[in-house]
């Protein structure tokens, strides 16, 4: 099976996972995977996550987080920037998610940071994905 957008389609298997009230959920790995799956960890939208080598494969374990009345911690993932549409947004310009309650994800020259670390370092760049 050919991906076309790697990205998306891991947003939506992490997203499709929470619904379901899964415990987990593998996506293969990849160094730009890994960052946006350590931002959600630091901003609490997951438990933890486990790093798998596997015979030909590299895999991304992501424990899945829920409250208190098993409803799932992570709302909802888009993906603003697509393969066929790239969204670019200078350290000024970039949108609040939710009123400052959600996250945004951009790819920046010194890495995957989240929306308020860009405008804090003053840096603009891709827009990946925005989380609540």
């Known amino acids: 099976m050919s991906v076309s957008d790697p990205i998306a389609d891991m947003l939506t298997k992490i997203r499709n996972a929470s619904a379901a009230r899964h415990e987990k959920v593998d996506i293969m790995a990849s160094r730009i995977k890994l960052e946006i799956v350590k931002i959600l960890k630091t901003e609490g939208y997951?438990?933890?996550?486990?790093?798998?080598?596997?015979?030909?494969?590299?895999?991304?374990?992501?424990?899945?987080?829920?409250?208190?009345?098993?409803?799932?911690?992570?709302?909802?993932?888009?993906?603003?920037?697509?393969?066929?549409?790239?969204?670019?947004?200078?350290?000024?310009e970039i949108p609040r998610v939710f009123n400052g309650y959600g996250t945004l994800i951009v790819s920046t020259s010194t890495g995957i940071i989240t929306g308020k670390k860009a405008v804090e370092k003053q840096v603009g760049g891709e827009l990946i994905c925005t989380v609540w």
């Not at 409803?71 to 969204?87: A, E, F, I, Y």
């Open 46 to 92: 997951i438990k933890n996550f486990k790093k798998i080598q596997t015979e030909g494969s590299n895999i991304i374990r992501i424990f899945l987080k829920y409250d208190e009345e098993n409803d799932p911690v992570l709302h909802g993932m888009n993906k603003v920037s697509k393969p066929g549409r790239r969204v670019y947004s200078g350290y000024k």
